[in-house]
């Protein structure tokens, strides 16, 4: 059973040079890569802290087992690319005083079931190159960086409080089946904290991401299986993530935000962020009610959306605010999917004029399934012109009476009828109400090539398409929609 890798305990026992070895650092000059997997009883890299002599004075199995894998003893300065896989018997992967890995560019971490966590305080302040973490399978992590215990173990409690922490280099963070994962960094309360905070909600409240993190060049987010999230951003962390161009969240089963811009007032003192946010897939997420819990016009702007993916969020009754659905210049995918309690698209705001005209001049596809409290894209009196649109398909929205209440402006369409035939139609109200007054379902599409869906959305499990299908298609010759 291996238990390390480098047994300098015993080798120093040997020759009689324990005293050197306590204060040599061993490096590995040439090392690039480092894959460990499947050694269940692996303990750490290099077990300095404790040799068999040390063993027989401390007895305590929880202070033997909480040496991190990697201690300041042995460096790797040029590893570029780390990845462990079933190793159970870790709960730390650095110690606090680790210099070494300023190289590292990717972290991959699988099915280690008693790692507590990945990053200290410490070690983070050397990862200036790291580029892609990926962590999976590890049920027992609460947070990826260790700030609270950090600043217990060093006395530096004041200073953690105001430090920002920055991951300069990452693009990519991708966590993956972590059921008792909370936040990023649990900043807000630490341990003694929690024992005056006794309010198991608001201890759960706290965001993924607060203000104590930066991600300067972050493009890809995605968060599966984590479900002790609740909320992901706060709206100080959007500051700090000015490059996320893609986000996805699945499977989260106590989301219930996922911008929490609660406590942030519109005026001279909030800069509004312009998030560069291009695709959002939110998919199979029971609890989530809001996307943002209060209207971000004036707090951050979403105007780069081009993909909005939503699957199975059954307390949404509505997707975009009209002040958001403005601002959507760019927008070319719309599919929603299996949304139980989703009325409208579109939510009209409690104060503001009902007569303007909100335009979707990108809009390509739309796409609504299985959507059975729709009534309609909007409740409210607005005009809607959509001047790009090529492909609508409206599968299963038995309570959809009309389109939009105000007009609507989009090219002619055209129903399928048969292999060779298409006829021309007036317009997509006309054609619903037409079709609810024959006692069908009001509208729905497909023409069997959907290569430019399937690729935006390869979880297509729910796509239950009716045997009833009636096809229409706008734009008169259709290429499978250039998505």
């Known amino acids: 059973m291996m238990e390390e890798i480098l047994a300098t305990g015993e080798t120093t026992k040997k020759n009689g040079q324990e005293g050197e070895s306590n204060n040599a650092i061993i490096t590995f000059p040439q090392l690039k890569t480092l894959r460990l997997v499947e050694l269940p009883h692996l303990k750490s890299f290099y077990s300095s802290r404790f040799k068999k002599e040390d063993e027989e004075i401390v007895k305590d199995k929880d202070i033997l087992q909480a040496q991190p894998f990697f201690d300041h003893k042995v460096a790797f300065p040029s590893l570029k690319s780390f990845t462990i896989s079933y190793l159970d018997s870790i709960i730390e992967i650095w110690d606090n005083q680790s210099e070494s890995f300023s190289q590292l560019r990717t972290l991959n971490v699988y099915c280690c079931d008693n790692l507590r966590n990945v990053f200290s305080l410490s070690i983070v302040k050397n990862l200036v190159l790291l580029q892609e973490v990926e962590i999976k399978r590890c049920p027992e992590m609460e947070e990826l960086l260790a700030i609270g215990e950090t600043t217990k173990k060093n006395g530096q409690e004041g200073e953690s409080d105001n430090t920002i922490i920055t991951f300069p280099r990452l693009k990519t963070l991708k966590l993956?089946?972590?059921p008792n994962l909370k936040s990023f960094c649990s900043s807000r309360f630490k341990k003694e904290d929690k024992q005056i905070v006794k309010d198991k909600d608001i201890l759960q409240a706290q965001p993924f991401f607060n203000h104590k993190v930066?991600?300067?060049?972050?493009?890809?987010?995605?968060l599966t299986h984590c479900d002790n999230v609740t909320i992901v951003f706060s709206a100080n962390s959007l500051q700090r993530l000015q490059n996320l161009g893609k986000f996805g969240v699945k499977n989260c089963n106590q989301m219930r935000v996922v911008f929490d811009l609660e406590g942030l007032n519109v005026g001279k003192q909030q800069v509004e962020v312009q998030l560069p946010l291009?695709?959002?897939?939110?998919?199979?997420?029971?609890t989530l009610n809001c996307i943002w819990n209060k209207d971000p016009k004036g707090i951050v702007s979403f105007q780069r959306l081009k993909t909005v993916i939503i699957q199975k969020c059954g307390l949404l009754k509505s997707l975009f605010t009209s002040s958001v659905a403005r601002i959507l210049e760019q927008l070319q995918l719309l599919v929603i999917i299996s949304c139980t309690l989703l009325e409208e698209i579109v939510a009209r705001e409690e104060s503001g004029e009902v007569t303007d005209e909100i335009i979707f001049p990108q809009l390509k596809c739309?796409?609504?399934?299985n959507l059975r409290n729709l009534t309609c894209f909007c409740r409210a009196n607005y005009g809607f012109n959509m001047p790009s649109l090529r492909r609508v398909e409206l599968v299963n929205c038995p309570k959809m009476q009309t389109f939009t209440f105000g007009q609507l402006s989009m090219p002619n369409i055209k129903k399928y009828a048969d292999e060779n035939q298409w006829v021309q139609e007036e317009g997509l109200n006309k054609y619903i109400k037409q079709q609810v007054r024959k006692g069908k379902e009001a509208l729905t599409l497909t023409d069997g090539n959907n290569d430019d869906i399937s690729s935006a959305d390869n979880d297509s499990s729910d796509n239950e398409y009716d045997s009833n299908i009636t096809r229409v298609w706008s734009g008169g010759d259709d290429d499978g929609g250039g998505l």
């Open 176 to 178: 993956v089946k972590l």
């Open 214 to 222: 930066g991600f300067p060049v972050l493009e890809e987010l995605h």
């Open 366 to 369: 739309l796409i609504l399934v």
């Open 278 to 286: 291009r695709v959002l897939k939110l998919t199979k997420l029971p």
